[in-house]
């Protein structure tokens, strides 16, 4: 039986629009284990990135509780939750958010930098993270001077940087073309086989089916969890 | 001489013995701050005497006829000064002075007489001579003339320095609405509708501006006059707001504000719109 | 990393921050001026009045000295009377007069001082030598090239001018045995001293046996308030005034430059935190979905507030150290504009550069920087990541 890496139980959370209240999450109860690699699929504001910023820890469920690697953390204080996202999570954005006044190598260290490690490793590290991602060659670029998918590959890894429990990522191939996008699933599905939990939100047939499980969502509930067969 | 004596000359008070004396004093007058600092009134008798520190029997008595407020002289201003005015051959026997004056004050019928009585005096004149009192003021105020100078420069630094930070401060705000102009320019807006608007923006601004700004000015002025004329007590008026003055500020923010926003706005439309949204 | 990052940020817009930085120059040029101004005047007067030592001047009653004509009688008697007091260590009386020199045809009119050479504090000799015997004169530089004289010329020298008669009470021929500067002359003003007795033989009789100021030098370690006090009893017709009073005097007459020039100061430190304020507000409205991904990838709130304070410090700082050189500048053309003061000592300063002023005026300016900073910064670093993330997303 595999490690539990997310628990959400009953988790419900509701947005304040004017007088009354969106719901966007009602009641979602979900359990992902260690390796798993979860492909969570949905009209929009069927409420996935509503659930990917909760499993994220930022944001907090207005009822019901999360648990990542054992622990509580729809509690958390903001400097609880900061340094548990440092530590336990990767994210990697649709829109890439790498900083543009950095380099590749530069935009990789900066978590590291956060979490106190030495300078020395820390560029270590970063390099053989771009190698990893096949970026080897462009250590010293500036995200402007990079294609959409070489900042994605940029973007997964920094978000792999402090070794994390759990890569999220929200729709990552969303400014894709398709060629691009289909290097981002390989590298996704290459990091699931060396044993990286991902759980990533997508409108992306392609992406959704190259996971190894499928959860359907609709109107802020889970209407289907399909394992790959 | 008699100037200085009129300012200085010492004066002791001492209680008047209540029969009448023999000689019977004179009047003076003296001005708001020597009778609060001394506290005098009309009627209160004194002893008058040019040497200080010398006894009441020393002196002359005289009586406080008048108490008078002190011209608006501005190279008076803060000097402490109290004055006091006597009748002209009291003043002369006191000092010592004889039958001497620093000088005479004369006023003509009529003021296009004046070249000409300033010729015949100095033609006549003999150890003297005359001047229009205009000419005699412009010398003895070159403090004032100072303080004036000092206050342009200062207004002059004012005004680059409000020019700068403006100037700042617009193309902050300008830029802050890079996307928005991006999204204009994008959607097919021309670079001088893009311009035209953010400068009608930034002069609306301005006036709205420069008229808040004479109303603070106007309050503070107030505030300002009625403070130094308390502290100096002087009557003179430290700042005064014209009409053409408001309009000088009005017209200079104004041109600055749309100045300000031409050369802000102007930076951003020249870029590539996709520049603008960092792409 | 934070420092690089800040630095990196402000780059990216160089115009701006550029512009930022000279804005903030101004405030902090116009901040040093008035920090200047404020103390200027008090320190450089209180430097003048303590360059020879005398602590305390005696002037007619009411008066301050030279402000007037008046002057003081019985001067030996006074001499006299504060011989009397074991803490004073010197007595200089200075009598104030005018003479005339004729020269091609025209008079030129000089301020002079009779003085007692072996105590005068007036003047310091620059060339040749003091007045040692009754005949000499010693002048500055502004007499000596309207006369077109030079040391040891014999100049025919007249006072006490009368303008009806056209005639003067005395007239003497007197060398010229030195050129000097005096400490309390007033720009451009030709002026000249001689021994007092001298300048005594050449008046009218009445103005004889007076002194328009006595220069008082103390023992060393004497109390200069308790000697004032103890000579306003003793000489009740004149005005003792220590360096404290004329200093408190001065400042009562020029009040007016220090109120204008803390005014001034406050509204430039006002203006260098207001955009200080701005441009950081700006920067942290466009990055507010960088500032966003940073604290999702677990960046702190306090390291990203950090981060965004040494932007405005960086700035403040630079603006700062320009300011300085500006401020100087500056400072030395109002200073030339307030020097022409009539008839205020050329020795004094309106605009006075002490350092631990202004670097705590400088200091003041960077520190408004950070507090500056840090609001606009803590709101972004605060808002909620999720919200921020759609928000940017959408824009």
Redesign the interface.
Known sequence: MSRVVVALKDVKRDYPLGRESVHALQGVTLEIAAGDYVAIVGPSGCGKSTLLNLIGVIDKPTAGTVSIEGKRVDGMSDREATTFRLRTIGFVFQRFYLLPILSAVENVSLPMAEARVPAAERAERAAKLLEYVGLSERLNHRPSELSGGEQQRVAIARALANKPSLLLADEPTGELDAHTGAEIISLFRRLNDDGTTIVVVTHDEELATAARRQIHMRDGRIVGDAFEI | MIHFLASFAAVLLVQQPAQADSIQPRTIAIDEAFAAAAGLRVGDRLTLSASPGSDASAGEPVIVGAIFERSADPSEIARGDFRARLHLDQLQRISGYGDRVDRFAIATTDSGDIGRVLDQVNRQAFGFRAYRSRDIAVETSRTFLVVSRFHRAIGVITIVASSVFLLCIMVLKVDERRRDIAALRLMGISRASVVQSIVIEAGLVAVLGSMLGVLIGWATSLFVNAHYQAVYQTPLEFSILTGPIIAFAVSLSLILGIAAGLAASWRLVRAPPLALFGR | ?RIS?AW??LI??R??TL??V??VA??AA?LLDMVMLASGMRESFRELLMSRGFEVRLA????LPFD???SI?NVNAVIATLRANPDIEAISPVMGASIHVPVNGRNVSSATLGIDPSVQGDYELLEGADVKDGDALVANDHLLGELGARIGDTLDVATGY?????SYTGQRKLVLSGRVRFIYGAAQQPASAMQRETLESMVEP?RRNRASLFMVRLQKGSDSEAVRSWIAEQ????TAISIATAIA?VD?????FRQ?AFI?GAVSLF?GF??VT??VT?SV??RS??IA?????????A?VVQQIVVEGVAISAAGALVGLGLGLV?AR??NT??S???GLPMAIDFFLFQPRAAWSALGLLVASGIAAGIYPAWRAASL???ES??R??I?
């Not at chain 3, 007619?60 to 008066?63: L, N, Q, R, V």
Request: glycine content about 6%.
């Open positions: 990393m990052l990196a940020s990216r817009h115009s701006r512009l930022a000279l804005g101004i405030a116009m007619p009653k009411g008066t007037t004509d008046a009688p009368d303008p009806q008669t056209r009445e000489l009740p017709n004149v005097q009562q007459r020029l009040s007016y204008l001034l203006v207001l955009l701005t441009l700006v409205n466009e979905g960088e991904v940073m604290r999702a990838i677990g960046v702190s709130r390291h500056t053309y109002l504009i307030l022409a003061f009539p909620p990541i999720a993330l759609r940017d997303a824009a």
